[in-house]
């Protein structure tokens, strides 16, 4: 099933079931406004590395799609959004239990906009995911 704008934003306001990707990265979207997203990531074993630790894809991943909800929180169903590059910064190791991940649209023109994602456990930064995205519409 695809997503509108709409869509993605009831999914915050209105308890909408969120994309399958939510789900299955056990991720809950509590806020998203005026371009600043927030959620929280619940960690368990299966995204543990053979290290003990989170497995760095899968915080980029949940910093992902935050960013989504905050990009969305800034476009209409005429528009759209793609990824075309996400960097992720580690900045320390990050284990199971919950992860508060907070985004927010830095800069939006017309046709992109750059969106910054950072990753917090115990109060801690645990990583930053930056992103650029192309808009559509």
Known sequence: MKYSITD???VVTNGRTPPPCDLTMQIKV?????????GIWQVDQKYMNGHGVVMGGFLAG???????????SKLTDEQGFVSIDL??????PAFE????II???????????YVVADLFQNEKKVATCVSSLLIRG
């Open 8 to 10: 993605l934003q009831q």
């Open 30 to 38: 509590n806020s998203s406004e005026d371009g600043i997203a927030k």
């Open 62 to 72: 949940a910093a992902d799609i935050v960013m989504a909800y905050a990009i969305a």
């Open 87 to 92: 960097d992720t910064t580690f900045h320390r």
């Open 97 to 100: 239990g919950e992860i508060e």
């Open 103 to 113: 985004a927010r649209v830095e800069r939006m023109g017309k046709t992109l906009a």
